[in-house]
């Protein structure tokens, strides 16, 4: 009999496990995907959202479309996880697993930011970045600031890309000049580890007049002053502000008994976590690498050859390495990116390639790519 995997999310890593298992096996595949939602979204797709250049609509990806062999994709809400028993219950029913994979992601904590809720915005959920598409067009003087709760955030690079394109936003509408726009981020420079694509990106602010506030975080927002509060106590005052939320893991997660310092701890080189044929990749853990769809994906990967080499009896496949390579949108229709490397060597090394149309495109593949093999479409 062939093991029974379930695979806890379809988002980024829950996707490519199911697909790499479903192709490798075909119909000798068992595995249950479980998501709440009907449909998946890329990050990214909120920056297109926000600045009214997709529609919400146009950027749902819908899981019924999702027909592998050996695959069942069932739409449920996970309220329980047992890690010792690798049991799973949901709103509509319970799941025994011989391997148990956990990709449920990061959730957001407005509440942790006092004043957000009431007098900000964020763009990092769809319908956060959905609000922002009346409230970006109505602002036209005085001070945006894109701002960050706190560490560790998804996408490193998306809060430098959406200071960048609110500035094409407020150029193309004309209004730039009665308009201020500052960045508030937790790190010295906006991406540690790859110090040429900071400086190209520092660079950008500075030419398109953006204020880089290092080494701080939002820590609440004061709506009857309209001020923001910053981790240090100083306070900046604001019109518009799009706030990166403060992470953590799912509530079901974070009952489960699985998680140390907030995120779910795994051996760097498997993925395995501390129970035994429990695995976790993603966002929902501290394995080293930032929060991104690229390296839940790499994850994935590893952990796929890993349950196929058990069962194949076939190599186990080599450590999980923690690279991906992420695309940064600098405006004007041009992309650059970062090709990271976070767990082979001694320290995160980064290359970054200048941005260009070639890059949009390539990104645009990335995107379609991934649609076609996770979905059909
Ligand atoms: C603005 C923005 C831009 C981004 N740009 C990029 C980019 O350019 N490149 C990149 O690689 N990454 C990017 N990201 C990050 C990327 O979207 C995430 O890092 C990635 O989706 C994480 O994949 P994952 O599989 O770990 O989790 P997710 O993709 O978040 O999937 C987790 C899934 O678990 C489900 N779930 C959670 N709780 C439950 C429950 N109780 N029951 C059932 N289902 C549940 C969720 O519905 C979700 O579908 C961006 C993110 C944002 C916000």
């Given amino acids: 009999m062939n093991p029974r995997v379930v695979v806890l999310g379809a ?29 998946f979204v890329f990050g990214y797709s909120k920056l297109d959202v ?25 739409r449920e809400v996970i309220t329980a996880i047992d890690p010792v028993a690798r049991r799973v219950t949901t709103e509509a029913g319970a799941y025994d697993a011989d391997v148990l994979v956990v990709a449920l992601g990061a959730d957001y904590d407005l509440n942790a930011t006092p004043g957000l809720v009431e007098g900000g915005n964020e ?8 609000r922002l598409r009346e409230v970006i067009p109505a602002f036209d003087r005085g001070h945006a600031i894109v701002g960050v709760a706190s560490a560790p955030f998804k996408c490193p690079p998306a809060p430098s890309e959406a200071a960048l394109l609110l500035h094409d936003r407020l150029v193309a509408r004309g209004v730039r000049d009665a308009c201020e ?28 007049g953006i204020r880089y506030v290092p080494d701080r975080v939002v820590r609440a927002l004061d709506p009857s002053r309209r001020v923001a509060v910053l981790g240090d106590g100083s306070e900046m005052p604001y019109d518009l502000f799009l706030g990166i939320p403060k992470h953590c893991v799912p509530k079901v997660v974070a009952a489960s008994g699985m998680t140390e310092g907030g995120w779910i701890p795994v051996d760097k080189k498997t993925l395995a ?12 853990t501290s394995v080293g690498t930032p929060k991104a769809g690229v390296f839940s994906e790499g994850a ?4 796929a050859a890993s349950i196929l080499a058990e069962l194949q009896g ?27 490397d976070f767990l ?9 390639t200048e941005p260009s149309a070639a890059l949009a495109r390539e990104k645009h593949h990335f995107g379609s790519s991934r649609r076609a093999r996770w979905f059909g479409l």
């Fill in 11 to 39: 988002g980024f890593g829950g996707l490519e496990l199911a697909t790499i298992l479903s192709d490798s096996l075909r119909d000798r595949t068992d595995l249950t995907l479980i998501d709440k939602s009907e449909t």
């Fill in 50 to 74: 926000m600045f009214g250049r997709a529609t919400p609509e146009a950027v749902r990806l819908p899981y019924r479309k999702i027909v592998k062999p050996g695959v069942r994709f069932r």
């Fill in 123 to 130: 763009f990092y959920s769809l319908a956060g970045a959905e």
């Fill in 181 to 208: 726009i500052s960045l508030v981020m937790p790190f010295g420079v906006p991406i540690p580890p790859s110090p040429d694509t900071s400086r190209a990106l520092l660079a950008a602010f500075a030419e398109r």
């Fill in 273 to 284: 976590t501390r129970f035994p044929g429990v695995y976790a990749v993603g966002d929902v």
């Fill in 300 to 303: 994935a990967r590893v952990v």
């Fill in 314 to 340: 076939g190599e186990r496949p080599a450590p999980y390495a923690g690279a991906g390579a992420c695309y940064v949108e600098f405006g004007a229709g041009r992309v650059g990116r970062v090709d990271v």
């Fill in 344 to 352: 082979s060597g001694l320290k995160p090394t980064g290359s970054f």
